[in-house]
């Protein structure tokens, strides 16, 4: 936590902002479960494919996703669970292609946005606005990185309800995967 704290006071957010990341990151580090739903685009480069997503999962389960649309692939669901991501489709199981190096696929980008939130490396934290919502912006990456180059994870909050509106995971600069929130809500166990 003290190395959290020092590096916040480097990535130049104010100290309102700051405090705000750190209530955010025990927030997830402490929930037991989770749902909402989002629109998912994927990046592949040459094709990009957009999803509407409706999502569960707890610690013990994982991270279920299903696909509500387009309709042609709404009812496909993805599991996520240690490591693993595999699709489930009237009782056939496929894999999903990588969208980076790392191995990401479009159905794990949420397992790992979650993952990132929990532990990843703070870089940046910034204020923008969005209409009459004031958000709060928080960039991910590995210290050792120059940025815009490997992976990044960027999140958008708005600041006075303290949820999550969107994220975005990048690679080289590209974006890979875009998740939008129009609902996610969590369960933190009571102290």
Known sequence: MILLLALLCACGGGNEDNDLVLSLREDFQNMDAWSGEMELTADY???????SVSFTGDREEGTTLTITAPEEAAGITAVAKEGQTWLDYDGVRLETGPLDPQGLSPMDALPALLT?????????VGTETDGDLSLLRLTLRDPEVTPGTERETVFWFDK????????????????????????????????
Do not use: H, W
């Open 45 to 51: 480069g040459q094709r990009v494919y957009a999803y």
């Open 116 to 124: 990132e939130l929990e532990t990843g490396t703070v870089a940046e």
């Open 160 to 191: 006075a309800q303290k949820t999550l509106l969107r994220a975005e995971l990048r690679n080289d600069g590209a974006t890979v995967v875009s998740c939008v929130f129009s609902s996610f809500t969590m369960t933190i166990p009571k102290a």
